[in-house]
Structure formats: structure tokens, C-alpha cells
């Protein structure tokens, strides 16, 4: 089959003939992808950035990237038994194996023996991939792999990170979005969805604003210096019961604790950055700092039942899988509208 | 001033001049009434049935009820900095005392030491009303006491069970509410503001339905004999998450059980009927029935934030406080549209 | 390999050869029993009761029940990675599948997939039995399967209500245990260990009341028809926050709710009896109702926990499954002091 | 009457004579001190630390610190009628109004309106103090001012802070404790009185680690440069579930955060030291980071209620007022054992 392999760090992706991947224990599951999104993550493996993970996973290149990928159920293992082939699937990121402490606390990303296929295993820039029983989700009727396929990673952690919010954000209180890109305005519209909190936008770009009103923000702020103030004005003086920074890098991470007010809550999303605060504020002001971490395979499913019920959507650009260097490319230098995926050459004649 | 009161059981309201409420103690308010609520809970007293209660808690005859109030402050004791006259404001129908555990707790229904003007001493259904600082909460600049005085007990009570369930609505939940009548009317437009799961209706009343299906119903269903399977059948035949009965008696309490899936959680909010279950039930399908009593004083803070983002409104019938005993008289024939409420001759002009 | 089986409803079980159980799906795992827990439910079945559920089941007689097992890993199917023969364990009751929204939500007992060994297909009354991947703990070091076979029922039913009810159970609250036999001894002593609160114990039987004394309960109370009166005296005239009902038969459903205080919550354990309340006192006084079924996977893992720190222990009387009638007289007849527990001729050997 | 009072930073208190403190709003509360706990912060005050604090609130010099008070009510303002003259009393360290938002959610800390004696405003280092009636709690018969008064806001933050870790701390989970000093004592008892995880406390102190495992510690660790190793090894290599930080400077900050394991909470209850850490490791740990300030009306009741069972208890010295320059030297020294208290002349006898 085709797939798109990384043969060095800094360099393009080669699109090659590989093997197909095989069963080959009763748990496999093989999918053909219909739709794999592409994200920032997959600009840092190209960059390099996770050469040292990599080596501690044991992984050598060349390897195929892509970790938010959606499809049909190809073949399943012998123990298999709640997925057909035919079946239109949405992958979660983790294939976890369901008999450990945090499987079974319902919290797959907690998995002891989870592997990660596209960051540390073949993933899903190819024409198929290999997943495991409890990775795949089975998509509503009204939902094919190339509306939903960046929801897989990108699109849940945003939820996750508002579904763990949302019992702080009752009538009257305020939410405070930082960066309405990818995950952003999947927030965004999860926030309008679940709970009757204001929502204020805060974004450097001005598209991004329109794009956050048209998703259900109750007021936008652009960040070019006076978004504290602003943040302030608009909550009567205090901040933000909640901020969630979908940024947390490039200095988000530094002024987006002022938006808070006390007592307030602070979910981070994004990375990068360095938070650093005086423990005598933190205790003062009684803050929270709440680190998340992708979701759960259930979170999967309500994500996808808020997309089933036309609550949340995603705005893309399709690549071919010969073309992914140039979405890349595009996704790299800005050029890329909406969140981008790949799409194999078959898979769209099929969906 | 005037004032309707009860001087018989099974007897009208006698329109009546009274002496003005005054000043006792630093914590008291008075407050010049903008409308009163009026509540079927005010026919149970008209007929007697609060007879018992009215000796337990030693009220005599004739007294004045009305125990959904909203007006402006005309007066407050010397302990009282937060309020000034002319603030208009709604009353929590409970004066608690603010420094027993319950209401240390924020649970001021679990004051110790509360009274409970309308029910047991003297109410709103008269041009003026003595109630406490802690019972008071001012209005937006964008609400009138017309707006909201049935919030004040029927509202919050109704706000109080949503907030309680929605932890348990995610996205791809559903919830079957019974009775889209006075609170009813209200819960469905806080489960539509405050969570994304879908709402299920079933009335006896295909007008209570239509409402229903205008305030964000996804569903409804009338209840003639066939809600069970109905709901069942919207449910994949698995019956809601949750069921909140705003009945509960004249049989919902007994075939609303069955609307519910296993591991459901049964909110009672309305009264009159018997919940009789076998435990073996109750246990095999894990089942909560969870008591619901009007709700706090935040929570009616938070219900009128709704109120003045414009996610929840009112129906109301307007009479003049001497035509109460018309507008009860409408209520037990079936004759009175939307919530009445009472509105002393001056208040209009002054709103 | 020697197994008791009920051939008749009503009959004595008989002890009678058949074949092993043999690995047929990737996720089988074979087990040795080491113990199996003798519990009131093998005598409902045995006296039919459970004859309808068993037609519903599809399970035709004859078949062996026992439903509280643990032992030693015999054999494990294809797919089994965190399992070796060898490995002592204990059986969590349902045998679940993984993948249903129960099971990834962690809640094991609302697998749609689940098969119950003992209730619904062949269970531990044998020298073998056929279980999942996901039924088997490992024990710690300390523990042999003989010391905690009936935790795999009846204790984690216990540990799961006491886990539920404990965020109600703050320093100065007051919990009443109505039954201090096999699974209020049990959680007694959860109560002790993860809770402050003040423990008053409710039994018809003397000697348990003793027994609940030594294992953390503060006061116990006689159930003579004056236990309503001795626990308002005790708390003060106001009733217990929590009432955990261990029997819920036999009239506790009813005078247990008046043991309880306003905005007080009643978890159901025990079943039997029918559960009978008016629901304008359940508003009045904002009660719950909770339902509790067995628990979860990792709930016996923190039962384990408690037991292997020495904080939980069980007191047990041994038989041999050829003695199984008599156990199960005994139990019939009042004449069974602790839980008892079958142990087959070999398994006593290699502990 | 008799009061210490600093007049200038850096200087010794004076001991002189000052007018009595009177009732002039209809909530005030004029208590006659019982005993007056010693903190760290009231070296920091004398220190100069505070002088900014001081200006934005409005308080000049002279005035009289102590924050940690008990005694006997000695007079009640006109709208006071739960308290008695002559009740013992524990003074929660806010003055708060009962009617803000904060207060109204059971969240004293969050008043916005409230004093702080001893703070801002003359506290507890005198013969009588002015407080508020919702500051003031009834003590339990076997419980006096002297046994009490440092919890007043040390005890009570310690127990804020595991009351918050307690529904994460199931059994077979681990909590280190950082600090084993005045409120790293109370944390560890209540730690073993309220939750079943082992405890595992470090302290750069022998001795406090003998006090420790006294009070309830499962494992003490010497914070000498290898604490992190020991912890890990203590829990498998994974770290703890929780960490409660005590300290929160000198670098446990730091180190503090290694203690941890993945998917685990961070609580800062001491202050000094700044958090640093990279968003990276945040989110990829999935880590949270916990502000604990002092805590509720309430929950000094629950914390009273654990002394009065005698589940905690505080080891202290006695000083008398005269004596307090030499108190605030022995602490500063650390020749002060256990948690000092002041005691005025008159208090011994009448206790």
C-alpha cells in the first residue's frame, strides 16, 4: 500500500509502496483510512522535536506519522467482536488495553501499556493502519471519516478540557477562551453546547474572532497588549472564573493568569511555554492550574455526538496523500484554512 | 395598606386594609410588593390542606399569602448595608438566618431557624411585605419585578433539580421531563441553556407540548397511555438518563419509573402521589430517586442571570390585587394562561 | 474434575464429575478454585427463585452455581497478556467485554455484554472455572484466595455503598448501618477506614451488635421497635445523614427512612421489601434514594487495598465441596457463624 | 484594658493599655480571650513583611495582631441572637457579611466584604477582641479556648486542604506530606482520621518525623537530597497520588512536583517559593496544581469535631500576654515546641 514515511528529521515525507499491516493478535483491528487530519504535532516530528522520545519508545525511522484518523474496519482479530469490516470508524489516538488500573477507571489515556500509533507506531498517512478493538468508535449514520477525522486528538482534548470545566461554569460566570485556532473553536462551540457560561474569545488574529462570534462567543478581545484590561472590563473588574488556554506558550501562559479572578480555575491545553507564579499568589487568590491530556475513548463518542446533532462542527481543507508535503507546507507557513486532513486517493469515491 | 387575606379556609380572599409591616429587628426589609406569584401550592391553602401546618407553625387567622414576591425596597433595619430603597428586587421565599450550618453550608433551605413569608406568616398578596436582608436579591437593570416574580419559589425550584442533574447529561444523554406546565415551562428552557442532552416531553396537554417544543423540547410525547413505549422507542429502547418529574402524583410517580434506563436517576420535584418501588428493583437497576425543595439563594441568582441573557422568560397573566380572588378562581378552572401574577394598583405605574 | 450442581430446583446439590472447562475465546482464562463464598443468593436459587431469570438466561439445568470465587490461574486464552498460570486471584463477578460505553465508563456492572459464572452460566462450586480476562484481580502477596472469596460479591456490594456515601460523611456527621451480618460487618469497617464519621449500628441480633462494636462502630442500637427513638436520641433529635440498609427487607424500608435526617440520603443495599414513600415527604425533607449494585473492577482492587493493609477482615468457616449441603444448611438454619466458604479437597494443599 | 501592640516594624510589641473594644453595629461580637495562637505570619508582620498589605487596607500603626483567637463572648451587638454572654468560642479569622455572593455559596474566604483582626484590623493579642457574629463558634463541653485556638487558621487550612485531596485518596492511593510542622501535624491527623491512603510525611527534621509517624504517618522520608528517590521507591517507582505541600519555599516547590506521580494533584498550602514548570510536562503528566486559602465557616466545625472526638489533637506552649515578646523570639529561634499561644492574665482561671 501507499504511505507517506519519514526517512530523516527536517526532511519532506516520502510517499512509498509499503507492506499492508496484518493481524496479528486477537485484539488487531486494520482500517483503511478514509481520513487522516494533519497537526502541528506532526510539524514538530518533522522538526525533530521528538527524536528523544522516539529513541526511548524504540522507534526508527522511517516511520508514517498521522494520529487523527478515521475509516473503514478492514479486518478484525478473533477475539473481535463488536466491529464488522465495512464499518465507518473514528480512531482514538491510544490504543489501550483495557485491563489496567486507569482502563479501567475509564480513563484510556491512563493506559499503563497504551501505544501510539503515528507518534511512536505506523499511523494513519497511508492507505491503512493497523489500531487495536478499543481504539476504534463507530460513526453515526449522518457522519463519514472525512467530516470528523481531526476530532480523533485535536477535537478531543478541547472537549475534554471543557467537559472538566463546565461544573465551574454555572449561570452568570464567564469563560475565557485563549486561541481560537484548531482546538479553540472546537472549545468554543462545546462551551456554547454544554453550559450557559460567557464566553470571551481572546485571539492575536482577527479572523479567528469573526470566526469564534460565528461559534457562539459572547465577546472577542484581540491580544495586542490591552486583552488583560479588556478581559477585565468585560467581567465588572474581576477576570474570568475559568480560563482555558489553548495556546500556553509564547507568553499566553504569563498574561492569561491575570485574566483570572479569585478563585478561579486555569485549564491548560497548549504547550510550549513556562508557567511560573509566586506560590504566595497562588495561595492568596486560591488558584488552580489544571494540566489535560487528550480524553477519554467515551469523551470520543460525546464529542462525536454533539458533531451527530450538528452542535459542533469543523471547517477543512483536503490534500491528497501525494500532496501531503504540501499541506504541510501550507500548515507550516499559514497557508492552510481550517484544520487540514489527508485523504487517500480511493477513500473519497468510497465514502 | 391593602392586602388579601385568608380569614376561612374554603373562603375567598378578603380585600382589606392592614397596618403597614415595620422595622423590628436590624436584619428586617421591607419591600413595596411589584408582583406576586400566584401558586397552586395558594389553592392547597385556600382548601385547607396546609391547616396543620399553619397550627404547627402557630399561625392564626385571617393572614395574607403570596409566596413568590418581587418589589422594590422601601425600607431596611440597621444591619442591612447592601440593600437601598428603591432597589428592585425578587425575595427568596425563605428569610434564613444566615449562622446555622445549613445556611453556612449555602444551603439556606437548610436554614434552622427560617420563616416563610406567604406560607406562614404574612405574604405578598398586599401592597407591602416584611422579609430579611439575606432574602433579597436586586434585578439587572434589564428585569422588572413583573418579569420574575414566579421565579421566587415555582422558577428556582425548577432551575434547583436541573442544576442538579446536569452533571449526569453529557453529550448523547437524554432527559424525560414530566409536565411542561408552570415549572415545567421553566426546567426545559434551563436544560436547553445548560446542557447538551436531549429533552423529552411528555404532558397530557398537546398545547403544553407545543410550548414545550418552542422553549427546546427535542421530542415530546403525549401522555396517553402510550409515553412508555414512547419514550422507550426514542431511546433505543433503553429509556432517558434521567427522568425529572415536575408531578409526581395522579400516576407519574408510578409509569415515570419506567421511562427511566437501568442505572438512571429519578428527580421528584413535584408532590401528591406515592413512590412505591420494590428494592430488588431499586437495586438491580441501580436506580436514585433524588427529592428536590425549592432551591438556594444563588441558585436564584443564577436562574435570573439566565433571565437577563434572555435564555429563559416567563408567560404571565397580569391581575390586579383586587381581582385575586378571580385570577385563583381561573387557576382551579383551568382558565389561566401562563403563570398569574398579582399587581397591587400603584406597582405598574411604578415599575 | 468434581463439581456440585443443581439438577432440580429445591433439590440438595449434587457432587458429581464433569469435564474442565477448556479455553475457547482469546480472553478465557481457566482458574483453580482455591475458595468460593457461600451466599444467601445460592439458596434463593437453589429454592427457584431465580427460575424465571435462568429461562431468561437461556441456562438449563443442571449447572453449577457459586458466584464468589478465588483461586489460582490455571490457563489463559490467546489475547490474556497480564495473567500467568500461577497467579492468585480473585473473580469480580461479572465477566465484561471492554468495549460496550459501561465498561469504557469503568462501570463493569453496566457491561450490555456481560455473562454472571454461578448465577448464569457454570460457577466456583467445582474444582475449575471458565472466567474472562477482565474478571481476575491478583492478590497481594498476603492474601490467599481463601481469606477473600466472598469479597467478590458480597464484600464489594458493601465497600461500593460505603464509597458512595462517603463524600456525605464529613467530620460530625452520622452514618446508620441497619445489618451488621455478612456485608454490614464488611462495611462497618470501610466506614471505619476511609470515613469520620460517628458509626450507629442497627441489628435484631445481639451478638452482631457485638461484633459491630469491635470492628468501629461508636454506638449500636437494638432493633426492637424503639431503634427510631435510640438514633434520634443519639443524633440529637435530628436522625443520621446517611442510612446505609444492608437488609431493606422485613420492614427496615420503612422505619429506616425516619433514621434519617432532613436532606439525608438512604443507600439501598439489601432487597426484598418494597420501598414505599409519599413524595411530598421526600420533597419536603430533599431525601434520596440510592440504588447499589455490586461494584466496580477497581472497587474490589480498594477493597483488596483495605484488606491488605489490615483494615478490613473477614471472619469465615470453611467446608469441603463435598459438604456443600450442609454449608448451605447451616446457612438455611441459622447455624453458620461468619461467611461461610467452600474449598475443594486440593485446594488447601497449595496455599 | 491590656493589649500588645506594635508600633513600629522591626520593634518589639508594647504591652500597654488600651480602650475596650464596643459594640456599634447590630452583628458585632466582643469576646474576652482565652487563649491567642502564635504564627509565622505574625513575625513576618512585626518584620516589616506586611507593611504594604497594611497601607492598601488602611490600618496604621499602632495596632494589635493575633489572628488564631478563642475565649468567651463577653457581649453581642443587637441583631445577635445564637450567641450567649459567657459561650466558649473558636473565632474563624474572617469577619464575614453573610449576604455577597462568597458567603451565600458557604465560601467565607470568598466574602468581599470581610475584616481580618489581628491583620488588618485589632486582633487577639489583648484582653478582648471585636469580632463578628458569623465569625464566632460555639465549642463543644470538653473543649477550651486553649485547647482550640491555634486551629483558628492554621488547623483550619491544613484541614481545608485534605478535606479537598480526600476524594482522590482511595484506598491503595498515597499522599506525601511536605512539612510535618504546625500545620503539617494537623494534616497528618486528619489525613488518618479521614481518608484510608498511606501517608507518607517528609520533613527536613528528625524529630518532626518522630512526631509524624506518633500522629498516623505510614512511612517518614528525610528531606536530605534523596526524598524523591525514597518516595518513588515507596510507590513502585510511579510517585504519590497527591502531594500536599506544607512548605511551598525553600525549594519543595521544586523537588516537590518529582514526588508526584502521573495523572496526580499538586496542593500548595505553604507560600514563599515560585512555581516553575513547563507547560509540556503539565499537560503530558496531566498534572493539576491546587491554591488552598485558610478555609469555611463549616469546615472549622468539622475540624473542632475531630478534636472533640479526640481524633486530633495540637501540642502547645503557653505563654502569657506580658510574655509574648519572648514567645515571638523563641519561634523566631526555633526554640518554641509545638504551636505557642498566648494566654492573657485573668484567662487561666475563669477557663
Redesign the interface.
Known sequence: MKAARLHDYHQDLVIEEVPEPEIT???DVIVRIGAAGLCRTDLHIKQGEFEQEHKDAGLALPYTPGHENAGWVEAV???V??LQPGDAVILHPFVS??????C???????CE?ATFPGLYTDGGFAEKIKTG??AALKLAPNLTPADVAPMACGGITAYHAV?RAS?LL???TTVAVIGAGGLGHVGIQCLA????A?IIVIDANPAALELATSLGATHTVLADGGQVEAVKSLTGGHGADVVIDFV??RGT?RWGVDLLR??GSYF?????????????R????????????IG???EL???L??MA?G?VTLHTSLYGLDDINSAMSDLDGGRLRGRGIIVPAGARASA
Chains 1, 2, 3, 4 share one sequence.
Open positions: 493478535d486477537p485484539f482479530g478473533s477475539g467482536k463488536h488495553c483495557g485491563v489496567c488500573h486507569g479501567r477507571a475509564g480513563m484510556d489515556m491512563r501499556n478493538a478499543r467537559k461544573p454555572l449561570p452568570g453546547a454544554m453550559t450557559p460567557e500556553a506558550e501562559e479569585s478563585f491548560i491545553v497548549g504547550y510550549g511555554g513556562v508557567l511560573e507564579e509566586e506560590t504566595k497562588i495561595i492568596n487568590n486560591e488558584i488552580s492550574f489544571i494540566g489535560n491530556l477519554n475513548f467515551n463518542g460525546e464529542l455526538a454533539l446533532q452542535k
